[in-house]
């Protein structure tokens, strides 16, 4: 695999590094996905995490009911008129995810050297010698020196909270496992994970199903994140089945790649998926350690050529119960972004963690100082090189637009679309300026009524690096015949303005159809 790690060209003014960072209506290019729950559910916390730049809510299922997350969703629309921050809503999947119940949430403490039982039977209590899981087939699945890892909620690496055990004997449907290190499990579910076994269980569960057509349709959302996805196959079975879910034909499905199965599959689950998320905690269980890096650099710089969303997750683990992130895991989010990552996927920091907000505006400042140093050209040229010769029509116009942007210093392009392609291609190319999107919707009938699209294509694009919708007026089309549509070029411009994006003698690049013919234009504001 190829690593496109990116190095800064020019030597950094040491005195520049102790410059404070500037406050800006995006605080990064880079997105920030959070998860909501139990510490980041009400209106006031979630306000304050879309003013600190989360731009994606995700909704976990492997807890929780539909209620409990409907109650979740009611407060982030409320929180989304207040801030007026646009949000897009991820749902994500259990999947064949294996868990220890522990219905009685006794804290359970398991020594060293000593022996456990895992035990299909739910009935028992758990305990520090017996602990139940949802999966009849894991004793058919082991075998004698195979590794499983047990943690609350999410393998956090710390020997006090997950256990490392070794697999000793299967004994019928139970399996006997040596503990390798002390730990202290609270709670009432775990996780479980095998590492590099195939669990003989579907990508998509009944439950899933479920709470897709039920919850997933009443909310119409943007995003699926699709829990260990192991071959291009999961993905078009979890496509057909939102095809038939009415308004879910348009929802994004990010494949998440969380064991080697994905990992050995991930070219054909690229092509099929819309977007990727690496689940650095799962894979980095299923890897040997000094090899996760390799993949995360191979794995982005897939994503980038294709032209879809590479999501990274398990960046700030430490800041669930700390105010400050470790050196090691800012520099982690540092090198995500010079990797080329798209968005930031926050799991227990912000469910669970202590600091939601303070966690999601220090990983946005984190972003926005490594685009700064961010190798643009040389991103520029390996992605024209890759694309080669002749590009299509898009490809050559949004590749245009940013080196055009470039060349005269622009503040910002301004891009109108109807689908959203075009923006996300101008995006694909990494421009150092924000690419305001401007969604124009079009009008559909069903037959029965009428209605507009546009909404979809609007929230999706906030997963995407660089890009920043505006969902105009419908009476605005996206193909015009005159040269210029000054009407929503001003209602572009004014929101630039307002987000202090954009000054007086700024230039501008717009990138807009006229007719059959796709135009690149330059505009300098006056006073």
């Not at 520049?16 to 510490?39: D, H, N, Q």
């Not at 359970?108 to 209590?125: M, R, S």
């Not at 990727?276 to 040997?288: A, E, K, V």
């Not at 245009?400 to 679309?417: D, P």
């Amino acid at each position: 695999m190829v690593s496109n790690h990116l190095l800064i060209e020019e030597p950094i003014r040491m005195a520049s590094i102790l410059e404070p960072s500037k406050s800006s209506f995006f605080p990064a290019m880079t997105k920030i996905v959070g998860t909501l729950g139990t510490r980041s559910r009400t209106v006031e916390v979630i306000s304050g995490c879309l003013k600190a730049g989360m731009s994606v809510a995700r909704f976990d299922f492997s807890w929780g009911d539909t209620e409990y997350h409907q109650e979740t969703l009611e407060n982030l629309r409320a929180a989304v008129k207040t801030t007026k921050k646009l949000c897009a809503v991820m749902l994500d999947t259990v999947g064949p995810e294996l868990q220890v119940v522990n219905k009685c949430e006794t804290v359970i403490a398991l020594k060293a050297d000593a022996t456990v039982i895992l035990t299909p039977h739910q009935g028992q209590e758990a305990s520090s010698e017996v602990l139940p899981i949802n999966f009849a087939g894991l004793s058919k699945a082991v075998k004698k020196g195979d590794t499983i890892f047990i943690g609350q909620y999410l393998f956090t690496g710390s020997e006090t909270t997950s256990v490392w055990l070794e697999v000793d004997e299967v004994k019928g449907e139970d399996v006997v496992c040596v503990i390798k290190n002390t730990a202290t499990l609270a709670g009432s579910l775990f996780t479980l994970h095998a590492s590099q076994i195939h669990i003989d269980l579907p990508t998509i569960s009944t439950k899933d199903k479920e709470v897709i057509s039920t919850w997933g349709v009443q909310n119409k959302i943007d995003f699926l994140s699709l829990s260990y996805t192991r071959h291009a196959e999961d993905v078009r079975e979890a496509r057909e089945f939102l095809s038939k879910l009415g308004d879910l034909s348009q929802t994004q499905i990010f494949a998440k790649i969380e064991n080697v199965e994905g990992l050995t599959h991930f070219d054909e689950i690229l092509q099929e998926a819309d977007g990727i998320i690496l689940s650095r905690g799962n894979l980095g269980i299923d890897l040997p350690p000094e090899k996760v890096f390799l993949f995360q650099k191979a794995a982005v710089h897939k994503c980038n050529m294709a032209g879809k969303p590479a999501v990274v997750t398990r960046v700030v683990d430490s800041m669930t119960d700390n105010l400050r992130p470790t050196r090691a895991e800012a520099t982690d989010v540092a090198n995500a972004v010079l990797d080329g990552t798209d968005a930031i996927l926050l799991g227990a920091e912000t469910l669970r963690g202590s600091y939601p907000v303070e966690t999601i505006s220090i990983v946005g400042k984190i972003c926005g100082e490594a685009e700064k140093v961010f190798n643009q050209d040389l991103y520029f040229k390996k992605t024209v090189k890759y694309v080669g010769e002749p590009m299509s029509h898009l490809e050559s116009i949004a590749s245009s637009a940013v080196r055009a942007a470039i060349k005269v210093k622009a503040s910002v392009i301004i891009c109108f679309t109807s689908s959203g392609r075009a923006a996300r291609l101008i995006a694909k190319y990494r421009p150092t300026m924000p690419v305001l999107s401007v969604v124009i919707p079009r009008l559909k009938t069903n037959q029965l009524k009428w209605s507009f699209s546009g909404a979809f294509e609007a929230r999706q694009s906030l997963i995407v690096r660089g890009l920043f919708p505006i969902l105009a007026d419908p009476r605005h089309p996206a193909e015009s015949t005159n040269a210029t549509n000054e009407s929503i070029l001003k209602v572009a411009l004014d929101h630039g303005k307002a987000s202090g994006v954009i000054k007086s003698h700024d230039r501008v690049v717009v990138c807009q159809k006229v007719g059959d013919a796709s135009v690149v234009k330059i505009i300098e504001l006056e006073d």
